[in-house]
């Protein structure tokens, strides 16, 4: 893991952060030959996506540090490795400020343009933001179940999981929970929590609620979760460019919109509206018993449209 | 108000509860002419069934107290008046703990039977146990957005509510908050909390859940949610009855399923279930903008599905 420090940055909401040292990883040589893809992760991943991403990312993947040049920044308010000083205790943190400090460190490594960009979920938030407010920079947009303004449902989850997270110490373990729930859906419990026993308590379902709480509690921190929900909560491209549908229209960008049939949290309406506002653009969409979690898990199903896609597009793969 | 004693009681789970204090109220007077109409509350309801579900039940409505003796009980484990003491401090209450003890009232109010149970959700759930328990009891059954056994994804819903009222002393909000969820939907946030100002922070879906949050506790307390949350995930007409579909053949009552289209918490999948596995039963599907909370505010198309049902049955209405 290497870090970009950087001394002063003024937040979209006005606020000043210092100190701010960005966690990143670059997989892969950089060289004229080789094109770069800069993948934007979602709310709790890091800079490793060959991690996070296997079966899109690492060695005998799509995306190969052989081929391609790999970039992926921890992104601002997270907390693996990124971390700035600021005069509030939680500073609002848009998805503006995560792009204008992606640029910063694309600047500094001396990256001219991007070849492939590809988020899902907060991360497809950013790689829209990116491809609207620098688009001679992006050369093939590809985004996962996300939206170009957040809807209330969403932020009603969200503000759900920020009072979980008020009530206690432990908060943060009740917050991945309802998290999850988005994540998911009544099907995907029905198939994969279901209880046969005659009891009366202790169901399957609750005990894996239960267990991700823990699971989540142990490897993040309540102050990321909540400058990152707020993060999402934020996201309208819309914001101060006369409109969505005007700021969708400046991406040049040749671009893959991917929805997952049964995302409850980004649903297809979402996706379908994305790729209809965006003029070069193509939508697909997947089948999952996962939900919106299928952007981390479909990584078969998404390889396969990736791999026709670039057919079509005539890219090398 | 009325009140109901009884000394001790042994709960379906074994443990033992006294000094029980049932707290109900009956509009109408009792008279051999008068049919007897029975309404089981939902979570957070209690025996003023004419404060909860005006549009069907008050002075000018379907179920009026000159023509109807009407008794509503508020449920084991509710804090509306209903108490006990117990050596466990949130002992398990079961659906059929809830029914045992409507039993007792009924019996103590020298009611033979019920011309018409009635009740959604939770209240759903109490109906269908009492008519499987004791069929020849009950004539007429109506049930509404219910199910037989809670499911996986209910159970997880309820899951992240305990976590948070885990979390301290103001879990509670929280807790509705999730629960808000669950009863509604994408749409009803999308129609009725959607933000057009340019902001960055403090949106209407984030205020609105917490304000629903705060007024649930002022008016609830945590170890009733916790109680009741509980007793929804244990519902299971088929325990220790061979199977769900042995208990629902029991039923003899005739039986009116009333399911909501949009409902992501007891979905329509359910409401089939049921008609199906009743013999003298018919479906009925309502719209809503509210999801699960259809049950409460759609009372003008209950009525109606109510009326045509009660004209196909020649009942007098």
């Given at each position: 893991m290497k870090h970009f420090k950087t001394e002063d940055f003024t937040l979209e909401s006005g606020s000043e952060i210092?100190?701010?040292?960005?966690?990143?990883?670059?997989?892969?040589?950089?060289?004229?030959?080789?094109?770069v893809v800069w993948v934007c992760h979602a709310l709790t991943a890091n800079s490793d996506v060959e991690d996070w991403w296997n079966g899109l990312f690492g060695e005998n993947d799509l995306f190969n540090s052989d081929k391609y040049t790999i970039v992926c920044a921890n992104i601002l308010g997270s907390c693996y490795g990124t971390s700035f000083k600021s005069e509030e205790k939680l500073p609002l943190i848009s998805i503006r400020d995560m792009i204008e400090m992606h640029q910063k460190l694309a600047d500094f490594l001396n990256i001219s343009s991007i070849d492939f960009l590809i988020g899902g979920s907060l991360g497809g938030m950013q790689a829209l933001e990116w491809a609207v407010t620098n688009p001679d920079f992006i050369s093939n947009l590809t985004v996962i179940a996300?939206?170009?303004k957040h809807s209330p449902w969403g932020i009603a989850f969200n503000e759900a999981q920020r009072m979980a997270l008020n009530s206690g110490e432990n908060g943060i373990e009740a917050a991945r929970a309802i998290a999850l729930l988005s994540y998911r859906n009544y099907?995907?419990?029905?198939?994969?929590?279901?209880?046969?026993?005659?009891?009366l308590e202790n169901f399957r379902a609750a005990t894996y609620q239960k267990y991700?709480?823990?699971?989540?509690?142990?490897?993040?921190?309540?102050?990321?979760?909540?400058?990152?929900?707020?993060?999402?909560?934020?996201?309208n491209l819309g914001r101060n460019r006369i409109s969505i549908e005007n700021a969708l229209s400046?991406?040049?960008?040749?671009?893959?919109?991917?929805?997952?049939?049964?995302?409850?949290?980004?649903?297809?309406?979402?996706?379908?509206?994305?790729?209809?506002?965006i003029k070069n653009s193509k939508l697909e969409i997947i089948k999952s018993l996962y939900g919106h979690d299928g952007f981390l898990l479909e990584t078969k199903q998404i390889l396969t449209v990736l791999k026709n896609y670039f057919i079509e597009l005539k890219v090398e793969d």
């Open positions: 210092s100190d701010i040292n960005i966690a990143y990883q670059v997989f892969g040589d950089f060289s004229p030959s080789k094109k996300t939206n170009a099907e995907t419990f029905d198939k994969t929590q279901e209880d046969n026993e005659e009891k991700q709480g823990e699971k989540l509690r142990k490897r993040f921190t309540k102050e990321s979760y909540w400058i990152l929900s707020k993060s999402m909560d934020s996201n400046k991406i040049t960008a040749k671009t893959l919109v991917i929805g997952i049939e049964s995302d409850i949290l980004f649903p297809i309406s979402e996706q379908e509206y994305l790729a209809k506002n």
